[in-house]
């Protein structure tokens, strides 16, 4: 069966400073993987997706993404995070063996202290 | 209208009581997905509608959860007799579906159950 995990359940880092969020899924085959932030009182947005090819992708928002097959891994990382980004983000995985059906991980809450 | 719109936005109800939440996708979109968000439980998978084909119902929690899309668009969540577990916000999302695409959610509608 399909898992998404996300081990850490709140991160706070400084304005400027680096961030790297973790997931690691549970998949049998080639998976798709998203990640989506959801700020305070809004909806869920797309940040980035991978499907296949350049295993690096850029999202919006400065954020990028690496998925490492050997370590089932997508983790998602920004160099210099801004108070703006204070929110929850979500790792998803979904796959054409399960019927293309998105599965989240239980999400991480950023906070930035200035 | 331009994005995936729910209704109510909010309800409260009696323990006991039938719930129905309504879901309008993006004109066009195939997929039509249900979550649940519960605080500090991510966004939990209910049912996923593609098209013509059965709906993947496997994240449904009990009997008393069922869901059914009209012509291929808009759908509706009912849950009976409601419990006091069931209080969550409930997130509609559509996708062009195919493959497993971006997801455009809606605002969520939040039910309290006293």
């Known amino acids: 069966a399909q898992s998404v995990t996300q081990p850490d359940i709140h991160i706070t880092v400084s304005e400027g400073a680096s961030l790297e969020l973790r997931c690691n899924y549970s998949y049998g085959a080639t998976p798709y993987l998203f990640w989506y932030v959801q700020s305070p009182g809004q909806g869920l947005q797309l940040l980035l997706k991978?499907?296949?090819?350049?295993?690096l992708v850029q999202g919006i928002k400065g954020f990028e993404a690496e998925f490492k097959r050997s370590q089932s891994s997508f983790n998602l990382r920004k160099p210099s995070v801004h108070w703006s980004d204070a929110a929850e983000y979500f790792c998803?995985?979904?796959?054409?063996?399960?019927?293309?059906?998105?599965?989240f991980g239980a999400g991480t809450i950023l906070r930035v202290k200035s | 209208g331009a994005g995936v719109s729910q209704s109510p936005s909010n309800k409260v109800t009696e323990k006991g009581k039938d719930v129905e939440l309504r879901c309008d996708p993006i004109s066009g979109h195939t997929a039509l997905y249900w979550y649940r968000q519960s605080l500090g439980q991510g966004l939990e998978f209910l049912i996923y509608f593609q098209g013509n084909s059965a709906p993947d119902k496997s994240g449904l929690p009990s009997d008393r959860f069922s869901a059914e899309r009209t012509g291929g668009s808009v759908s509706t969540l009912t849950i009976q007799r409601t419990q006091q577990e069931d209080s969550a916000v409930y997130l509609c999302a559509s996708s062009l579906g195919g493959s497993a695409g971006e997801l455009f959610f809606g605002e969520g509608s939040r039910l309290t159950v006293l």
């Open positions: 991978y499907f296949s090819g350049d295993t």
């Open positions: 998803a995985v979904g796959a054409k063996e399960y019927g293309n059906k998105l599965v």
